[in-house]
């Protein structure tokens, strides 16, 4: 769907870097520009890593300085929007470049007689939130908040004659009849919800004598924290309980020191380095107190709160129970409200049930993550591929899909073998959550974590469900692929068989110990579907009913192989692959297995 939404069409990868300098005949000006100012932030980080990441994020959009602990202090602060180009920055730069210019021009009396000095102001607020959004890469949420400006600014000079409401859905209009695929990005309505959010409190009849509008930011942030804190449940099952006295320190001291003092520095860049060099190490200074400022904040003990999925009825609850809280003065009112936020925070018991087990093969491109979960256990098999860009599987889709499944635990991990496409996101999840027990090949060690092996004819039972490794035996000399833990689960005859990246030497030495043992209905294919693998022999023997391929989409490997899927048909197995498929879900009651694939269950039109 972000494909989709973004219009790209293909993915590839880098293989091989070569430094490049723009120059003026084959870049554009703004990029150009964009260069230098990155070269001049990078002098900084000796001096203020921490300030360098967020001024490079901040000034030209490249987040690629930022680490994974700036990453958890900004998400744990509820601030990530700090560094996310869109509304608040191009309403602070709009802000700015619209009072200094009114300031100026209404220095000029004669100028006043012509054209009103708020219309001059008008037309530099815009020009240069434009140059901003240019230097910030164009975005779609930049585009979106420079819309938005623009809305807000007609509203200015036609003296008031339409409701900001109507100005807001006029801009939502522009937005959506310029780019239709915005209305799949959650930003996109976060953003419209908070802007209604704002208005909601500026409109209000709660603190408007005089004396109270200088409390105002602290209202408009008090509005959003609780107006946000359902929706933002309900998109991404969780929230920062710090956020409100976070941003309302972080967002004054953004856009009265920070931000001013970057911007003065960008402007006179051209002109000498002296004085934009002192600028910009005023402002490196102001962004280094505010980023510890930020940790101190994020470190707060259950300062951040994850949930279980939030459906619909929740998201309902909390809304009106957030609308009574905002708007309501009787102060039983205002307590009775707070109540309507407790399912929010209410984690509704699983359906398994002792034997039941749920077993689920996550879609994490070219690699293997599986979910395996029984009437009070959870266990992660692999933990899919790390990414060249420096982010991998298990912070990208399989900690949040424990978030969204409300798991802060694991009873175990297994990882089949050190390959990286089932061992990259392991670190990332060991370090955000507990594991009680960790299982690999014997082969490796992932950092301080330590690994015990799994042996062949080693088992144990959760809840009433059997899960036995089927190799590697402790005597054999395997290395790599074919030392890949295998994993059966379930009963003798209705299980599920893991087989990691086995190769046919390894399936002939498991047949030849468990030719019997390794029968089951439904099969995780070794291997992905390699040709080394999925031998005639180790198909009939196990006689799956269903095989699964955990496969990326389009990948370099051209798996699984065609021929290796024919084999598996032939010998009656319907196959599904998760490049096609999304995740694939199992489970297991009653005696019987039910098989689900995300793209049955959310399927939408691009699929079709």
Same mark, same amino acid.
């Given at each position: ?29 703004? /990029? ?6 990155? /070269? ?20 030209? !959009? ?84 420079? =819309? ?26 522009? =937005? ?40 105002? $930011?602290?209202?408009?942030?008090? *509005? ?20 409100? =006295?976070? /941003? ?18 960008? =402007? ?72 309507? *936020?407790?399912?929010? +925070? ?18 994490? !491109? ?20 790390? *990414? ?17 499944? !409300? ?61 036995? +490794? ?10 790599? /692929? ?77 798996? $699984? ?48």
């Amino acid at each position: 769907a972000w494909l989709f939404k973004e219009k790209i069409t293909a993915t590839g990868y880098i293989s091989e870097l070569y430094s490049h300098s723009p120059s003026s005949k084959n870049s554009s000006l703004f /990029n150009t520009y964009r260069f230098h100012i990155r /070269n001049n932030i990078e002098r900084y980080q000796h001096s203020y890593r921490n300030a360098t990441a967020l001024s490079n994020a901040l000034l030209i !959009g490249d987040r690629s300085m930022l680490s994974e602990r700036h990453k958890e202090v900004l998400y744990n602060s509820g601030t990530t929007h700090l560094i996310a180009i869109s509304g608040l920055h191009i309403g602070l730069i709009g802000a700015i470049g619209f009072f200094i210019a009114r300031w100026i021009w209404s220095v000029n009396y004669k100028g006043l007689n012509f054209i009103p000095a708020k219309t001059v102001a008008s037309v530099f607020s815009f020009l240069g939130a434009f140059i901003y959004s240019e230097l910030a890469g164009f975005s779609v949420p930049t585009q979106r908040a420079l =819309i938005m400006l623009a809305m807000a600014l007609l509203h200015i000079n036609l003296k008031n004659q339409s409701s900001k409401s109507s100005l807001l859905a006029i801009a939502m209009i522009v =937005i959506i009849t310029i780019n239709p695929l915005s209305v799949l990005s959650a930003g996109f309505w976060l953003s419209f919800f908070a802007v209604s959010i704002i208005l909601l409190a500026i409109n209000s009849n709660i603190m408007q004598s005089r004396g109270d509008r200088y409390f105002m $930011p602290i209202k408009i942030q008090y *509005f959003i924290f609780i107006g946000m804190l359902p929706v933002s449940f309900y998109i991404f099952n969780q929230y920062s309980l710090v956020a409100f =006295i976070a /941003n309302i320190v972080a967002i004054p001291w953004l856009g009265t020191v920070s931000l001013p003092a970057f911007i003065i520095a960008l =402007i006179s860049l051209p002109f000498g380095t002296y004085f934009s060099d002192q600028l910009f190490e005023l402002a490196m200074v102001t962004l280094d107190i505010l980023w510890k400022f930020l940790e101190l904040i994020s470190d707060i003990r259950h300062g951040h709160v994850i949930t279980q999925q939030v459906n619909m009825f929740k998201l309902f609850i909390a809304s009106f129970g957030a609308v009574i809280l905002l708007l309501s003065k009787r102060l039983s009112l205002k307590i009775v409200s707070l109540l309507l *936020f407790l399912p929010l +925070f209410y984690n509704i018991s699983g359906e398994l049930e002792n034997g039941d087990f749920l077993i689920s093969i996550l879609d994490v !491109g070219q690699g293997t993550a599986v979910f395996v979960q029984t009437e009070k256990h959870v266990l992660l098999y692999d933990s899919g591929p790390a *990414f060249y860009s420096g982010t991998n599987a298990g912070n990208l889709i399989i900690l949040p899909f424990f978030r969204n499944l !409300g798991i802060n635990k694991l009873d175990a991990m297994i990882i089949s073998h050190g390959d990286n496409d089932h061992i990259g996101g392991a670190k990332d999840i060991l370090r955000e959550m507990q594991v009680s027990k960790k299982i690999g090949n014997g082969q490796f060690n992932i950092d301080e974590f330590q690994f015990e092996p799994c042996i062949s004819g080693q088992s144990w039972v959760w809840d009433g469900v059997k899960f036995e +490794f089927l190799h590697p035996d402790k005597h054999n000399n395997f290395m790599g /692929n074919n030392a890949s833990c295998v994993l059966k689960i379930g009963s003798e005859e209705q299980s599920v068989l893991l087989a990691g990246d086995i190769e046919y030497k390894a399936e002939d030495v498991i047949l030849d110990k468990n030719d019997t043992k390794i029968r089951s209905k439904i099969l995780l294919a070794p291997h992905h579907g390699s040709k080394t693998s999925s031998s005639s022999r180790f198909i009939r023997a196990i006689t799956p009913e269903n095989v699964i391929f955990s496969t990326g989409y389009l990948n370099r490997f051209n798996l $699984p192989n065609k021929d290796i899927i024919e084999r598996y048909m032939m010998n009656g197995a319907s196959t599904w692959n998760t490049a096609t498929d999304g995740a694939i879900h199992i489970k297991y009651q009653g005696n019987k297995f039910a098989l689900t694939t995300e793209r049955q269950k959310r399927s939408k039109y691009w699929n079709e």
